[in-house]
């Protein structure tokens, strides 16, 4: 009998041990494992499809771009930043310690020796750039390639919590969902209520040259602002059609005569406090031939959003001001100025400033 009964309990140590070894339960007894980390392992499926798994706290991370660097900073990780490529630099109002970090070459070619350099133990990058030469192909295991975007609209709220989850920073990244689910979820609530024949038409204008006779637009598969205009409510006139930035004749925005025309710009944000250049690409978008026949236009339906609020984290405040452009007596209650404010007070990593003083998001504003 005490020959069974001893090497069922050998056994049966062992699997505690090992098991315990990955999910905590050798702290649950009292025991201690050398090496054992708690909620290790934790793994992700970034936005490029790669099955990522980390074994212990990433606690030295670089950013490719300010996306990642803003994302990092929502969820109250910025201290762990420790290297970031030469675009930062554009942003240093923005991101006034992130942007002196070390240097590792531009956000689309990472210089490997850099990266090594700094000891980092994690990159963030786009999910396409710097390709694969850069960065999987060049760098030692050691060094975790977490792919993501942090910008699309149809993408941004998992990419948030698989951030959170993997830097092990949930509770800072729960505060910001419930930030974007609050505003977000209103406003989608608010348009599932909108009859299809009673939505706005809109055309996205995505050029602002000379063109006279053709214009370049947003298609559905080019996401983004396409993909903004949708969950604002609108009917993008250029949909449907072929690629990602189609070009439309001027007599099809003619015959669609949109309720309103949307540009997007990268000509505003945290950066800047004069509004000459946004308001330009306002006013060339009125001169264009046969655009004061437009009902838009005759309606004082033109309106121009910055990159900075359509693309990041603070996506539910330019979101927020679409729909009031769209539909201004549904939601006459929500200020996204104010909302901005929020973000920054809350998820900018203490950063000292004020929107209503500061920056370029919309035109008219």
């Not at 350099?117 to 390639?145: G, H």
């Not at 609530?189 to 006279?212: G, H, M, S």
Request: negative net charge.
């Amino acid at each position: 009998m005490k020959a069974t009964v001893i090497p069922a309990v050998i056994i049966i140590l062992v699997v505690i041990l090992t098991v315990g070894h990955f999910v905590g339960v050798e702290r649950y007894f009292g025991l201690d494992v050398s090496g054992a980390d708690s909620g290790y392992p934790r793994s992700i499926v970034d936005s490029a499809g790669n099955n990522i798994t980390i074994y212990k706290p990433l606690e030295r991370i670089i950013v490719t771009n300010s996306d990642a660097a803003e994302a990092v900073r929502a969820v109250g990780a910025k201290g762990r930043v420790i290297g970031a490529t030469d675009s930062l630099k554009w942003y240093p109002t923005f991101f006034p310690e992130m942007s002196k970090l070390p240097v590792v070459g531009k956000w689309c070619a990472v210089d490997p020796e850099s990266v090594m350099q700094l000891d980092a133990d994690c990159i963030l990058a786009y999910t396409s750039d710097p390709s694969s030469e850069y960065l999987e192909y060049k760098l030692p295991p050691t060094i975790v390639v977490i792919r993501s975007d942090y910008f699309k609209p149809e993408t941004l709220r998992e990419e948030m919590l698989k951030l959170g989850y993997i830097l092990d920073v949930e509770e800072n990244t729960s505060e910001y969902i419930e930030w974007y689910d609050n505003y977000v979820d209103e406003i989608n609530a608010e348009i599932a209520a909108i009859p299809a024949d009673e939505r706005q038409i809109v055309y996205l204008n995505n050029n602002f040259d000379d063109a006279k006779t053709e214009r370049k637009t947003y298609a559905r598969k080019s996401g983004g602002i396409s993909i903004l205009c949708e969950e604002a409510g609108g009917i993008n006139i250029a949909a449907d059609s072929m690629g990602a930035y189609p070009i439309v004749s001027m007599e099809y925005v003619y015959e669609e005569d949109p309720d309103v025309v949307l540009g997007l710009s990268y000509r505003g944000g945290f950066e800047r406090d004069d509004n000459t250049q946004i308001k330009k690409e306002y006013e060339d978008i009125l001169e264009l031939p046969g655009f004061d026949k437009l009902k838009a236009v005759e309606d004082e339906c033109v309106f121009i959003i910055d990159g900075t609020v359509a693309y990041s984290p603070a996506y539910p405040c330019g979101l927020t001001q679409v729909a009031k452009w769209f539909y201004p007596d549904k939601f006459a209650d929500l200020n996204p100025e104010v909302m901005l404010q929020e973000y920054v007070d809350n998820f900018c990593g203490g950063l000292d400033y004020n929107v209503s003083e500061h920056g370029v998001y919309f035109y008219p504003d």
